[in-house]
Nanobody
Framework: QVQLVESGGGLVQEGGSLRLSCAAS????????VGWFRQAPRKEREFVAH????????SYANDVQGRFTISGDSAKNTVYLQMNNLKVEDTAVYYC????????????????WGQGTQVTVSS
């Protein structure tokens, strides 16, 4: 079982940047897909981005494409989400999660989750 811990959230002004980290313990990310999701108040959890660890292939939700970048560091067993040009509507709790082998945008297909980190973007 992979244990995940997110960090890097905070308060930032619109147009600013943050980098979120998702550190794994218990196992490496080998053979996993690592996803970032977010949940705003009174909204359902939604897909943001994912990376397939073995190939480095990435995918993004339409509304973050070009602003967010997901990447991994095998030496640190950590996945990052670099968020640039942040907007008020990016405000949410951000979660990382893993699933084995095959990529997916579906929240329900990920079976290990971190505790989340709050990102607040002010206008």
């Amino acid at each position: 079982q992979v244990q995940l811990v997110e960090s890097g959230g905070g308060l930032v002004q619109e147009g600013g940047s943050l980098r979120l980290s998702c550190a794994a313990s218990g196992r490496t990310f080998s053979n996993y897909v690592v996803g970032w999701f977010r949940q705003a108040p009174r909204k359902e959890r939604e897909f943001v981005a994912h990376i397939t660890w073995s190939t480095g292939a990435t995918s993004y939700a339409n509304d973050v494409q070009g602003r967010f970048t997901i990447s991994g560091d095998s030496a640190k067993n950590t996945v990052y989400l670099q968020m640039n040009n942040l907007k008020v509507e990016d405000t949410a709790v951000y979660y990382c999660a893993v699933r084995r082998l095959f990529s997916s945008n579906s929240v329900l297909s990920y079976n290990s989750w971190g505790q989340g980190t709050q990102v607040t973007v002010s206008s």
